[in-house]
């Protein structure tokens, strides 16, 4: 039984801001910086999202990347494509629009589905910008 | 004398939108799509800066890339990054955020500083996505 | 009239070989060497389109980067994508299928639709490889 | 003991085609969808080879670099670049071509040679696309 | 507790050497090839830097990345920027340097300080060109 | 006859510094800044070697990209991977090692060879970091 890991990116581009509504504008500034810039700023996010199985041994796929897309786009993509990340996404309404908290967000979105079609949801990686990612384990700590 | 180009990036990170408030909410959807959002969505912009000229004996520079990085942080990156190009930057109202016209005025906005420092402003390419980019030589049309 | 490029990336994954039936596998495996594998071998292109022209005062746009993108759909990658170069692309029949000639087949594909479009068709960037790509600006020589 | 993870990169491009000749046509099409093209397709593989081991107080090394690159390019590039992973490629035969299955058939090609230079395979990343890959830690799983 | 992973590039330009000084000019050649010309030869390296932890329920943060950014840059980028690895560096005197050794410094380097800041250091990744990297966990085995 | 553009990519990594023996260190640092350090510093350079001409009409080839690899390979690469640019390159010797002198170098240094084999050189793009680069025309201005 040869475990394997397969992963799909898809891509989204959004805006947000890093703003705490019970802090001061001074406080604000100070923990999120630019980031708190009260009109919004954006980024292209790209995501993978990484399923891990033993390969069928007729198709030779853990998961068929098209179901896997499917899911990922449906679910997330839709959700987060072209929008605002505090005031578009109701699965967001109330959190910090981190990109930990983001990530997390998307684990709990597809898990479920994935398990459905037959895999198992191991990893979320979510690149914000060239220097700056989160990787996401469901919570567990492989490292 | 050799004429050689040279190249300078920077980043920034902004929101955006398609909007012209002349028009209905259906023909700025059809026109502009998902790029309508009327909360803002947004990019990590990539801006590469090209001068030329004829490399200084001396230094073997068409020009020293750390006055050329000032002059692009200065008035460009200090403008743009973390915020919204509708809202937040005074040299593009009244101006539809396209990428097309958010490059022409970035030409606009440092043609002056380049030439004051012995170089010439010969490019500006602006990558939105990794999809989507433009390149403005000042109006001209070299091919 | 400030005329500014807008380019719009595409890809697709093919097979293809350079073989010339006209010559002896010796000659054949000495002038393309790997590439003249009987049994093919393939790539993942990527296509750059780029259009000239000045931004519509209305929209900022040189061209709807939807239709652009609609027109290469249709036009190229419907027929190159997960498919033969050789055998299966009608336009291709009986030209060897260096990335040469398969960037200027290209061209005269979409030339048209672009101009129905408003926009002028001015630049096809084909990469082949991280290591090999060829650009073709209708045969002119811009530098 | 400071156990540490060296990576090399080696690239192959390749023609492949996912079709079960025991299956009819409409099903081969319905699972593999584009990638059941009957004339191949290809891709630009690139394959990622991670070794760990402590490094040599001498050399600094866990295994040298020139070491592994040659027996990646000689067990696993010779065999797969500018080829047919279907027809071509004694060791896969019979098994549907899909990325998990190379990548795993990759493992069992170098794991010795690499044992006897000094090195322990810990892992092989092998990325169809931009948007697809897969890694396999020899049938472990370490996440 | 939802644990999570967050990394920050940093980027420094070296130039170093891989040589022996108890060995002849022969086995340093033999061993080390190219990479032991006297004159010395340089890199782009890339730093990934990796800190675990739960995201703090009023940033959303595991580290705040502006922390997490300045110890990198004072402790690891103001040491190896322009810098020449094997003379210029007081914490790589006598050590081979390795890009395997330069990342297990840097870990040594800055781990202290990401736990002052409330984050535990998980990962070093050292990229030295586009074909070789290494991954540090501490010294334990993650997979 | 449709004149067409074809790259190679190649790669060498090495040393140099900016320094003019004339100046005191003080003016040295002042314009040069951390590349006048005194004991180098290093990149990984990418060379991307444009030639045009119309394809041949039984090749398809502008010129066959073994051709090019190995000109640029033997008279580039061979010269300067693993070198210091200021101390082992006779055709560099009392040049100011910067990459628009470098770039104007490696094109003196090839574009005879390209002429021999049918070809023309139209470009030579030197890549020094992800944000600097040079590119150079034989002079001539194309933009």
């Known amino acids: 039984m040869k475990t394997i890991y397969i992963t799909r990116r898809e891509t989204f581009n959004a805006a947000h801001k890093l703003w705490k509504p019970e802090w001061s504008e001074e ?3 100070k923990v999120f910086g630019k980031c708190a810039n009260k009109n919004w700023h954006g980024h292209n ?3 993978y999202v990484t399923v891990k199985g033993v390969p069928n041994p007729d198709t030779g796929f853990v998961i068929n990347l098209k179901t896997l897309s499917a899911i990922v786009r449906e679910k997330v993509v839709e959700a987060l494509d072209h929008k605002n990340l505090n005031l578009d996404v109701p699965f967001l309404q109330g959190i910090m ?3 930990e908290n ?3 967000a998307i684990w709990d979105l597809i898990e479920e589905d994935i398990l459905t079609n037959g ?3 191991a990893k979320i990686k979510l690149i914000e910008t060239e220097n700056n990612f989160v990787e996401y384990y469901g919570g567990k700590e492989p490292f």
Chains 1, 2, 3, 4, 5, 6 share one sequence.
């Open 45 to 47: 996010f790209q995501l």
């Open 97 to 99: 629009a981190s990109t």
């Open 119 to 121: 895999g198992e949801l």
């Open 27 to 29: 406080k604000n500034d």
């Open 102 to 104: 983001v990530a997390i």
